[in-house]
């Protein structure tokens, strides 16, 4: 009886030791890997395409397009519209930028009402969140569409937590003009700026917010007039502005282009173009690599944009506006055939990446190609 007795504590004591059905290890990684699959912290792929980083008290969130289900090409598209349903914005928060917890789907599809912005049969792309000091809101941006990309506007939700849910609150054509591949950005003075494609994608807007951040205040300029810039992705450096864009070829490669301004967004009571790209070398416009001045190297990163790939998120890993240190450019390489496989190729200055012989180099803080 004393050894059955035994035996069965033993055995209560073994079952105890072992790990819970509940429980799963979490992944961690050791390196941003460009252009491979970036896992989160629960083993899964990243899901939060054409997104955007947000950094608030110590934490990083990456909000992006949440793609799920079959990518098909409409009979009726005479272009490369490749769409998924829209299952909405999901949420990833970080302290390093490199693990990622997945905090869920903070901006859900609508899918009872087909008339709704966020109907599943519609489109959303490039959701952008910003806060507000003033409001201590979270306000986030994204280009919504109708099925056929004619709608070409910008929607607005809200939310009193990063990790949402958001509500919904409308969409618009920003100071009467098209709206489709956006972002948002804050200045060190908390005013808010739109930067948006607009004219059938030929320029692009820079359009400033009221002070709620959810709508235009009328005063815009237009830039890069029938250049035909999209997926613009904006940082302040040094008292400049910094917009790294992609050419407008659908699902086709191009380079992507760096443009700088030293001046104010809106001096003298908005100029009607400001000069991007004065004082910059030639060099940032070469066709193979995009190069940046030596002063620039240990502030900025940039990729080759190939195969598809746009610029998405442009992040400073000291969070705050006026001390970047190190710069991490996220991109999106996109698969026409599989929207959701498609990667975020991107790093750091410093940043481990592969050298070619199955091991990981640090990666030098000078002008990078992946």
Known sequence: MKRKIIWSFALLACLCCLPSAK?????????????????DTDGNPINAHGGGLLYHEGTYYWYGEYKKGETILPEWATWECYRTDVT????????????????????????????????????????????????????????VESADYSKACAGVAVSDSPTGTFTYVGSFRPNGAMSRDQTVFVDDNGKAYQFYSSENNATLYISELTDDYLKPTGRYTRNFVKQSREAPAVFKYNGKYYMLSSGCTGWDPNVAELGVFGGSLYSNGL??????????????????????????????????????????????????RKTLRTHATYGSRLNSARTEQSRYPGATAGTRVPNGKNKATSLPAKEHSY
């Not at 799963?24 to 896992?39: D, F, L, M, R, S």
């Not at 598809?308 to 998120?313: A, G, I, R, S």
């Open 23 to 39: 429980t799963k290890a979490q992944t961690k990684n050791a390196a941003i890997i460009p252009g491979e699959v970036w896992k």
């Open 88 to 143: 909405g914005v999901s949420c990833y928060s970080s302290k390093d930028l490199l693990n990622w917890k997945f905090e869920g789907i903070v901006l859900p599809a609508v899918k009872d009402d087909k008339k709704h912005d966020l109907h599943p049969s519609k489109v959303l792309e490039r959701p952008k969140v910003i806060y507000n000091e003033k409001t201590k809101k979270f306000v986030m941006w994204a280009h």
């Open 271 to 320: 100029s009607p173009t400001p000069s991007w790209g004065n004082g910059l070398p030639s060099a940032i416009r070469v066709p193979v690599l995009m190069q940046i001045r030596p002063s620039m190297h240990k502030a900025l990163t940039c990729s080759k944009y190939t195969e598809k790939e746009m610029p998405t998120l442009p992040c400073s890993t000291a969070g705050k």
